[in-house]
């Protein structure tokens, strides 16, 4: 607890509704990198990864940050796999990307159509998020968008994930990612937020944004699934646009 700040323990707790306050230390991020560039070196960040599930969200965090610096993609992979399980809110879940991904993507996409499918929302979510982070770019196929549009899982985390994915496929493959909305292949909501965050972008059009407002739906029906936490609420009502922001270290929706 040497590194506690309390006032951001208090902001933390607001930002992830979904855990207990009394699970958040409040260690600032930059910390937490810092301890594991350190911690990592000692041979007891080994017993550490086994220890699970562990008791504060800060040490998930610590946890997710050890594994994104193993240098072995076979030994990363099993860390990863026995860590996902316990990933229970959205901030583990995206400060989580292993460094050692970014020189594997022949192996990575086979997990990821493993994870995308794995009905579990953060384990889905992880997946999407790797696939958004890894194959949007050179290595992008069209049959990638599929492994994003086929996540049907309810819940707001999983489902603004994939509306979160496709307002960057937006960004990144247009062509091939306005065919989704312009043949209704996402659920109402999620085709809604997918339009509304790629419109909130500087890396959308003009005239690409005022062409996404003519493919707005009406939703059927409002669930409690998809009500945003109090975060989202702080989000809009900062201003925020997380879209926007470069994807490492900061937190995101």
């Not at 086979?110 to 790797?130: L, N, V």
Request: charged content about 25%; proline content about 5%.
């Amino acid at each position: 607890f040497q590194l506690q700040d309390k006032s951001y323990r208090d902001f933390q707790s607001k930002l992830i509704p979904t855990i207990p306050v009394e699970t958040i230390i409040g260690v600032r991020i930059p910390a937490l990198r810092k301890l594991a560039k350190e911690y990592g070196k000692d041979p007891e960040s080994v017993e550490f990864l086994k220890q699970l599930p562990h008791t504060y969200y800060d040490e998930n965090i610590l946890h997710a940050l050890l594994v994104a610096e193993i240098k072995d993609y076979e030994v990363c992979v099993k860390e990863v796999e026995h860590f996902l399980p316990y990933v229970d809110n959205w901030a583990v879940c995206d400060i989580f990307s292993p460094k050692v991904f970014r020189k594997n993507k022949d192996k990575l996409i086979d997990k990821i159509r493993e994870w995308t499918a794995s009905g579990q929302p953060y384990t889905c979510r992880f997946g999407m998020e790797m696939l958004m982070t890894h194959f949007l770019d050179d290595d992008f196929k069209p049959e990638y968008l599929e492994l994003a549009a086929d996540v049907k899982l309810e819940g707001y985390y999983a489902k603004m994930m994939v509306a979160w994915f496709f307002a960057t496929a937006l960004a990144k493959q247009w062509d091939a990612a306005v065919v989704y909305l312009q043949q209704n292949r996402l659920e109402p909501w999620t085709h809604n937020k997918t339009i509304q965050k790629a419109r909130e972008s500087y890396r959308i059009t003009a005239g690409q944004k005022e062409y996404l407002k003519t493919l707005k739906r009406t939703p059927s029906v409002t669930t409690s699934s998809c009500q945003p936490s109090a975060f989202h609420l702080f989000v809009s009502a900062t201003g925020g646009n997380r879209f926007d922001v470069p994807q490492r270290g900061r937190h995101r929706l």
